[in-house]
């Protein structure tokens, strides 16, 4: 059975992520890489004006039946996108008899320009809970909540020697380098990994490795730091990022910020430590620093965890359940209905 993958396709994205747990489970794979609305981009970067000029009527109904001719082109049995399309291209490719999932893996301060809620999806699914519930109370749209995972064929423990600092690891917004900042004047040793190092106050530039992290070389930063701590963005409401996944999924010793839906996914204070204050996050990373045993003890307990239940493969026979997709390689077939 044939997959087609929409969204960006480097080694580790989310949708390589994807494609290459359903290759491992029997499906064939194509890519037609990233998309703004319906403008497929294979290489090279998305200008910042693209999705603007999709959201022009006319040019974005040209751009929504080129991307469905795209991928129409590649003879899929369904599409899955990890990025909202137009929804004209949805439509198109339902009329195709190709049935179309949206597994959309940001933040609800991200769903604009919410495209998803006027798209004719076989499927959508969301790591927020709380959108989940609201949408599944108020619409009759075919909504699932599903949350991230870690990709077991990239993410993994590569043991090296242990480091006495906290990692880091993304992008350096300016809600998480208030944080760092405030971590750093508390004399807490940090190295960061990920873009917006040229932004960065010039106290915590010096703490930048240079480094944009993907794959084994993320794993061996999570599986040999004293810490990994995961600060959630506001707009996580009850959901849970990626970043928790990848790290336990790779050894590492997780500090991460507490949400509602954490508690369906891991023990707080045995298989992560959880925190609500500055104070709770401050202390557990200092505990964490002075012995090195506790951090390991708690990245393979992470690990275990992960490996269990969080791996993508797992999610993926989740989302095709849902889908009424039978995801055994030797006999697929696809029912082409709304779940």
């Known amino acids: 059975m044939r997959a087609c993958i929409v969204g960006p396709f480097d080694v580790d994205d989310f949708a390589w992520n994807i494609g290459k747990s359903l290759e491992q489970m029997g499906f064939e794979i194509s890519s ?47 599409v899955l996108s ?17 049935p179309t999932v949206l597994w959309f893996p940001d933040h609800v301060a991200n769903l604009a320009p ?55 690891v993304g992008t350096m917004h300016a809600h998480r380098v208030s944080i760092v900042s405030r971590l750093v004047d508390d004399g807490i040793p940090i190295r960061l990994y990920g873009a917006g190092a040229s932004n960065l106050p010039i106290q915590l530039r010096k703490m930048h490795s240079g480094r944009y992290l993907r794959g084994p070389a993320k ?6 730091s004293a810490a990994v701590l995961n600060t959630l963005f506001p707009a996580e ?35 992560v430590l959880c925190f609500e204050t500055y104070g ?24 275990r965890r992960a490996e269990r239940d969080h791996t993508m493969r797992k999610r993926l026979d989740v989302l095709l359940r849902a889908l009424g997709i039978d995801n055994a390689a030797s006999d697929i077939s696809c029912s082409g209905s709304n779940p």
């Open 280 to 303: 709770e996050m401050r202390d557990l990373l200092r505990q964490l620093i002075a012995n090195p045993e506790k951090s390991r003890g708690l990245g393979d307990r992470g690990r």
């Open 114 to 168: 919410f495209w998803m809620f006027s798209a004719p999806y076989a499927g959508i699914f969301f790591k927020e809970p709380a959108l989940v519930r609201n949408l599944k109370n108020m619409t009759q749209m075919p909504v699932h909540y599903l949350p991230e995972a870690y990709c077991d064929l990239i993410h993994a423990p590569v043991e090296d020697e242990w480091v006495p600092e906290v990692a880091v």
């Open 32 to 78: 037609v890489g990233n998309a703004s609305g319906g403008l497929i981009h294979s290489k090279g970067r998305l200008t910042p004006i693209v999705p603007l000029v999709m959201r022009e009527p006319k040019i974005g109904s040209w751009g929504a039946r080129y991307t469905a001719h795209a991928i129409l082109s590649l003879q899929p049995d369904f």
């Open 237 to 271: 409401i009850e959901g849970m990022n990626a970043r928790i996944f990848e790290a336990t999924g790779s050894g590492g010793a997780v500090v991460t910020e507490f949400r509602p839906a954490l508690l369906d996914l891991f023990e707080c204070g045995d298989e």
């Open 219 to 224: 794993s061996r930063v999570f599986r040999n």
């Open 82 to 98: 990890v990025q909202s399309l137009h929804p004209r291209t949805v439509a198109l490719l339902a009329k195709a008899g190709v």
